[in-house]
């Protein structure tokens, strides 16, 4: 790899290795206290470095494993020290261990300290100590002082060689921003007049978890490093120069046939989605289709869509199945797919919707993490590895196989009414039915595109050949009425007086007098009865004419409505019913006959490929011999990857164990298999950092990236300065001023997305913005979701659920789909670094112990966890009413889920209650912050969302996120 490719494999290198968000709690976390004189030494006491060795030999440590040698660490290297007077501690806005200054370093056997040099991971301070802050806590000093000094040192950073070097610059930075001595153990105080706070004389060293977590994004990394020529899909999402627009895609006759399968048959695609599958069926290698998706706006039947038109592709030309990978960054979006590939609701079609081989029972397979795989066997999930242990075992096991065979040649007998005993006639016939089912779609769709030119006003094609009939009768009676009218005409002439015929205005007023209201349209009261034969003449031509060509007309429709009946015939024949009832089965308008053909045709395509692909597997296709089993040689990779893609499609992992999924073994060597996954699916990708996912990229041939901008954005592992110095060390920046450059475009690592990357690289745009857009929004009521379209969406969504307040058939007719309970309330209390209001959570177990019971009759049907959520900006608060609930309602406290926003992410509730916190004298900091979280925590309530707290403390602009709140709820009280 050469050039600005390799510059910003390098930097998004950096920014991994750079991580310093570490996760670390001294009530949970191993530490090991040393003696600060040994950190400035860089040696430690060779046992206590011993110990520190055998604990990380019995961990997932995956840097151990391959290193053993040395250790990523974390030296906690400054401590606030917790002091108690009388028994209580004096400082309640502090742990009673609370880290503020973190070391980075490499700890070899035998106890010598070193800097990492190739990871360049530098000395932090905890973001939530350094000022500004949204709440006044224990500070260390402020964020511009710790950022400037590091866009001040990146030549420094580069320069240090030696373990004195990197003490003299953690040093030199603790000085800096703290403004204390180092090595004096306390800090100046916060405010005037107050004693300086004193730290802890020890210093604990943690194993860095963080490392482990991107072990595998950092070897792929490294290996791509060593490439040459990267693939054209990576290239595509690293380039700095934004895709080049194309027109988005019509959906017309040809993008219709190209859609090939549903995976549900309840409801047809929405016309958004639609135009991403089309979109979708367009992409060449090396191609990035990025999808805003908002909430209720249904991106997971989207990605089902795609799973299943790629699936039944690949079905129709024989080809091997297709290697879809899905993934994102968080286990909750994982398993999310996971559970949807397992939850495909069935219409009633036979046997043909259920798994025709034993031991699956999703279209999703789950590559957890070592430390995810003891949840994955709880929650029911099949879930394997690269090496196929657990699921893929189960199923290859021999026993397994034959039972497959069984069930395989039973179902597919008792589905098509044959007495098969060869699999591979089973899979000949599934294969032959899935090309009529083709077929069938496609002369549909040409006969829908052909009617057409016969109607017009979506009229019904039995009322199109009703109405030719009756005009073709009308035209020939008016033929036949012609020459008895004509001898009317030379009988007026007649009665006209021989004197009067001389005196053309008496004939012109006998005349006029004489026609008729159908005459008025080829006759001139001028004319003379000679002229008048002639035009009679011409209209007899005519009507002749008229005739024929709408005899012809009548004639194709009532062709094609033969065609049209016997097409419908042969489906139903293969008991495929397009028209439940049949009045509609002429309702022809081409675009709604293709919403029937997701629920009835493209259904039933999908669960034949289903099928075709089980007869495939259980045949033995790509089998691995018993010493192949659990090795991850290239061609061994290629059919267990193979074999597993024809009984699960979709292959579900986060994007830190995806490297090692696709790391081979060959010639004693161990690469990766680049541009093997033919389709990346990214979901919330809009929670994704780039430098995490960018490295995944070269595994696949195309990629499709699902998220929303407005949804709770990424941990993002650094700050702005750090990542403007990385980018300049690295040499994708010139200078410091051209950094902006790259957050123009995405590529960065503060403050960016996979989906803003994504953006980037896509070639379509949608309401101004790069990308494709979910419009059709459809969880909550319009009321609620209008919310959100105001306070981001720019009116972009379209409401589909209707007004609350108009629907009839609501579960809770009285009450408002937005309202408020107002709590009076001056200030809100702190604890720690966190806030809690008494009043509003006692008032809200109040409110629950009073209509619980209402709510969950009103709710016959629903899970009684789906019924009530509620969100408060707070932990302190979710403790605080959580306590409210055990004390008032005990049997409510494991039936309603309370959280702060992120706790909610990807869920819906039908009644959301929204606690404020905030007293009227503080404003409302949290709500007005940032506004994807108000745009998450009301998008989570399907019907009702109230708000508990002081009014007072929001805004009245509705510019803002509290105003537009304030305006919303304000005349609702409940």
């Known amino acids: 790899m050469k050039g600005l490719a390799q510059a910003i494999t390098r930097y998004f290198r950096s920014v991994v290795a750079a991580n310093s968000h570490s996760s670390i709690d001294f009530k949970t976390d191993t530490f090991y206290i040393l003696h600060p004189a040994d950190i400035i030494s860089g040696q430690i006491d060779q046992d206590v470095s011993a110990r520190i060795f055998l604990e990380a030999s019995k961990s997932d440590n995956e840097g151990y494993k391959l290193q053993k040698s040395a250790l990523n660490i974390l030296i906690c290297m400054k401590t606030v020290k917790s002091v108690y007077e009388a028994y209580e501690r004096t400082q309640d806005e502090i742990e009673e261990l609370t880290g503020i200054y973190f070391i980075p370093a490499i700890l070899y056997k035998g106890g010598k300290l070193a800097y990492n040099s190739g990871d360049k991971?530098?000395?932090?301070?905890?973001?939530?100590?350094?000022?500004?802050?949204?709440?006044?806590?224990?500070?260390?000093?402020?964020?511009?002082?710790?950022?400037?000094?590091?866009?001040?040192?990146?030549?420094?950073?580069?320069?240090?060689?030696?373990?004195?070097?990197?003490?003299?610059?953690?040093?030199?930075?603790?000085?800096?921003?703290?403004?204390?001595?180092?090595?004096?153990?306390?800090?100046?105080?916060q405010e005037d007049g107050d004693t300086p706070l004193e730290l802890e004389n020890n210093v604990y060293l943690f194993i860095d978890n963080t490392v482990n977590s991107t072990f595998h994004i950092m070897n792929l990394y490294n290996h791509l490093l060593k490439t040459d020529k990267p693939n054209s899909l990576y290239e595509q999402f690293i380039s700095r120069k934004p895709a080049k627009l194309d027109v988005l895609?019509?959906?017309?006759?040809?993008?219709?046939?190209?859609?090939?399968?549903?995976?549900?048959?309840?409801?047809?695609?929405?016309?958004?989605?639609?135009?991403?599958?089309?979109?979708?069926?367009?992409?060449?290698?090396?191609?990035?289709?990025?999808?805003?998706?908002?909430?209720?706006?249904?991106?997971?039947?989207?990605?089902?869509?795609?799973?299943?038109?790629?699936?039944?592709?690949?079905?129709?030309?024989?080809?091997?199945?297709?290697?879809?990978?899905?993934?994102?960054?968080?286990?909750?979006?994982?398993?999310?797919?996971?559970?949807?590939?397992?939850?495909?609701?069935?219409?009633?079609?036979?046997?043909?919707?259920?798994?025709?081989?034993?031991?699956?029972?999703?279209?999703?397979?789950?590559?957890?993490?070592?430390?995810?795989?003891?949840?994955?066997?709880q929650n029911g999930y099949q879930f394997t590895n690269s090496t196929g242990e657990h699921f893929v075992t189960s199923i290859e096991a021999r026993e397994n196989l034959e039972k497959s065979k069984s069930k395989l040649l039973h179902n597919c007998n008792l589905y098509f009414k044959t007495q098969f005993t060869e699999l591979s006639d089973c899979q000949k016939k599934l294969h032959n039915e899935?090309?009529?089912?083709?077929?069938?779609?496609?002369?549909?769709?040409?006969?829908?595109?052909?009617?057409?030119?016969?109607?017009?006003?979506?009229?019904?094609?039995?009322?199109?050949?009703?109405?030719?009939?009756?005009?073709?009768?009308?035209?020939?009676?008016?033929?036949?009425?012609?020459?008895?009218?004509?001898?009317?005409?030379?009988?007026?002439?007649?009665?006209?007086?021989?004197?009067?015929?001389?005196?053309?205005?008496?004939?012109?007023?006998?005349?006029?007098?004489?026609?008729?209201?159908?005459?008025?349209?080829?006759?001139?009261?001028?004319?003379?009865?000679?002229?008048?034969?002639?035009?009679?003449?011409?209209?007899?031509?005519?009507?002749?004419?008229?005739?024929?060509?709408?005899?012809?007309?009548?004639?194709?429709?009532?062709?094609?409505?033969?065609?049209?009946?016997?097409?419908?015939?042969?489906?139903?024949?293969?008991?495929?019913?397009?028209?439940?009832?049949?009045?509609?089965?002429?309702?022809?308008?081409?675009?709604?006959?293709?919403?029937?053909?997701?629920?009835?045709?493209?259904?039933?395509?999908?669960?034949?490929?289903?099928?075709?692909?089980?007869?495939?597997w259980v045949s033995g296709e790509d089998a691995l011999k018993e010493k192949q089993v659990g090795t991850t040689y290239k061609n061994v990779l290629e059919k267990f990857y193979n074999r597993l893609a024809m009984v699960t499609p979709c292959l579900v992992m986060t994007f830190y164990v995806l490297p090692k999924h696709f790391l081979a073994f060959g010639d004693q060597l161990k690469f990766f298999l680049y541009d093997f996954i033919d389709l990346l699916i990214v979901d919330e990708a809009g929670q994704v950092s780039p430098e995490i996912a960018a490295g995944a990229f070269s595994l696949a041939k195309k990629a499709i990236v699902v998220g929303d901008v407005f949804q709770i954005e990424p941990v993002w592992s650094i700050n702005r300065a750090l990542d403007k110095a990385l980018a300049l060390s690295n040499g994708v920046i010139k200078k410091l001023e051209q950094y902006e450059e790259l957050e123009s475009i995405g590529i960065h690592g503060f403050g960016s997305s996979v989906m803003r990357v994504a953006a980037k690289s896509c070639k379509y745009q949608k309401y101004d913005n790069r990308g494709l857009f979910l419009s059709e929004h459809r969880r909550c009521y319009d009321e609620i979701i209008g919310y959100c379209n105001k306070l981001v969406y720019k009116g972009n969504l379209k409401p589909m659920r209707g007004r609350g307040k108009e629907h009839g058939k609501r579960a809770i007719q009285q009450w408002p789909q937005l309202g408020y309970r107002q709590i009076d309330s001056d200030a809100s209390y702190k604890k720690g670094t966190s806030r809690y209001n008494r009043r509003e959570a006692i008032q809200i177990a109040q409110w629950l112990e009073d209509h619980f019971e209402y709510i969950l009759n009103s709710y016959p049907e629903q899970t009684e966890k789906n019924l009530i959520g509620i969100i408060t900006p707070f932990k302190a608060q979710v403790g605080c009413?959580?306590?409210?609930?055990?004390?008032?309602?005990?049997?409510?406290?494991?039936?309603?889920?309370?959280?702060?926003?992120?706790?909610?992410?990807?869920?819906?509730?039908?009644?959301?209650?929204?606690?404020?916190?905030?007293?009227?004298?503080?404003?409302?900091?949290?709500?007005?912050?940032?506004?994807?979280?108000?745009?998450?925590?009301?998008?989570?309530?399907?019907?009702?969302?109230?708000?508990?707290?002081?009014?007072?403390?929001?805004?009245?602009?509705?510019?803002?996120?509290?105003?537009?709140?304030k305006a919303s709820i304000i005349e609702n009280p409940i």
């Open 434 to 616: 899935l090309l009529f089912m083709e077929a069938k779609k496609r002369a549909l769709l040409d006969l829908c595109n052909e009617a057409k030119q016969y109607t017009a006003n979506e009229t019904r094609m039995d009322i199109c050949f009703q109405t030719l009939e009756e005009e073709i009768g009308r035209l020939q009676d008016s033929l036949q009425n012609i020459h008895p009218r004509l001898r009317e005409w030379e009988l007026c002439y007649k009665n006209i007086p021989f004197f009067f015929r001389w005196c053309a205005r008496r004939v012109q007023t006998e005349f006029r007098l004489f026609m008729n209201e159908e005459e008025l349209l080829f006759l001139k009261d001028t004319m003379k009865l000679k002229e008048i034969k002639e035009a009679y003449s011409l209209h007899f031509s005519y009507l002749q004419r008229k005739i024929v060509e709408l005899k012809k007309k009548r004639d194709r429709v009532k062709k094609w409505m033969e065609q049209y009946d016997n097409e419908l015939e042969l489906l139903r024949e293969h008991d495929v019913v397009l028209y439940d009832n049949e009045e509609h089965k002429y309702e022809v308008d081409i675009d709604k006959v293709n919403e029937q053909l997701d629920k009835k045709i493209r259904y039933v395509e999908f669960w034949l490929a289903v099928h075709y692909f089980e007869c495939r």
């Open 121 to 189: 991971k530098i000395p932090w301070f905890p973001r939530e100590f350094l000022q500004p802050m949204v709440e006044a806590k224990l500070s260390v000093g402020h964020v511009d002082v710790a950022d400037r000094f590091i866009s001040n040192h990146v030549d420094r950073m580069q320069q240090i060689q030696t373990w004195g070097d990197y003490v003299t610059f953690f040093k030199t930075f603790y000085e800096f921003v703290t403004k204390a001595k180092f090595d004096k153990n306390e800090l100046p105080s």
């Open 881 to 965: 009413i959580q306590a409210e609930i055990r004390k008032r309602t005990p049997h409510l406290r494991s039936r309603i889920t309370v959280g702060t926003v992120h706790t909610f992410q990807g869920g819906e509730r039908n009644i959301i209650l929204l606690s404020t916190v905030y007293g009227k004298q503080e404003g409302c900091f949290f709500i007005d912050a940032n506004k994807s979280l108000m745009n998450v925590a009301v998008s989570r309530a399907k019907d009702h969302f109230f708000v508990f707290g002081e009014t007072q403390c929001l805004k009245d602009s509705i510019n803002s996120a509290s105003g537009l709140l």
């Open 249 to 377: 895609i019509e959906n017309n006759l040809p993008n219709m046939k190209l859609h090939s399968g549903q995976m549900g048959g309840e409801y047809p695609l929405s016309p958004s989605q639609r135009e991403a599958v089309n979109h979708f069926n367009h992409m060449e290698n090396g191609e990035i289709l990025a999808v805003n998706g908002p909430p209720g706006t249904g991106k997971t039947t989207l990605l089902q869509s795609i799973v299943a038109d790629l699936y039944v592709q690949k079905a129709l030309k024989q080809e091997k199945a297709p290697l879809i990978v899905a993934t994102s960054t968080n286990n909750q979006a994982v398993t999310n797919i996971i559970t949807s590939f397992g939850n495909i609701n069935k219409v009633g079609i036979s046997n043909l919707e259920e798994r025709w081989i034993e031991g699956v029972n999703s279209f999703a397979t789950y590559f957890p993490s070592t430390q995810k795989t003891s949840e994955a066997q």
